[in-house]
């Protein structure tokens, strides 16, 4: 199936652990996203990648490290966990030129 | 700050009406208009994009944009009880060499029998 994947999908883990969200597409895009979606449902950007170029880096604590080894990957590694983390983490891929944004699954990241 | 506006509802229709969903967004420079579906627990779901003004059909939808006034709609007709979601308006801001999408907080719709 061509889709964008994300893993794992619950992630529980205690504050201040180390995690990994690791996506992937098959789409043939170039371009892919990282959205952090918190409990009001808000819906906001945190990173993206362009062919393996870091373009779009929000305000995001440096805890957050993303890293693309290819345009088909884009992982999210969180360092010191803390409850504010605790959100739905989406992944998301399109072609630059036309920004039709496709999203994986969800990644629903819980810290105790 | 770019911002992007919506009625969080719940929009409530009957079964078979029409839903119109609205969206007003800050940025004069926007270029691409987006609607996306997002079941409870799910991922959002591109239903519609357009890009120029005036109305863009597909099937039961219709999304209508005026860059003059700022907002974009989206209009559901024959409503379904499986319509019922949150409805996400998303615009394209170039800032730079990226372009990115900004999301309103979206409109929950719910279709009654």
Known sequence: ?112 | QKEVEQNSGPLSVPEGAIASLNCTYSDRGSQSFFWYRQYSGKSPELIMSIYSNGDKEDGRFTAQLNKASQYVSLLIRDSQPSDSATYLCAVNYLGGTASKLTFGTGTRLQVTL
């Open chain 1, 1 to 112: 199936d061509t889709a964008v994947s994300q893993t794992p999908k619950y992630l529980v883990t205690q504050m201040g652990n180390d995690k990994s969200i690791k996506c992937e597409q098959n789409l043939g895009h170039d371009t892919m996203y990282w959205y952090k979606q918190d409990s009001k449902k808000f819906l906001k950007i945190m990173f993206s990648y362009n062919n393996k170029e870091l373009i779009i880096n929000e305000t995001v604590p440096n805890r957050f490290s993303p890293k693309s080894p290819d345009k088909a990957h884009l992982n999210l590694h969180i360092n010191s966990l803390e409850l504010g983390d605790s959100a739905v983490y989406f992944c998301a891929s399109s072609l630059q030129r036309y920004n039709e944004q496709f999203f994986g699954p969800g990644t629903r990241l819980t810290v105790l």
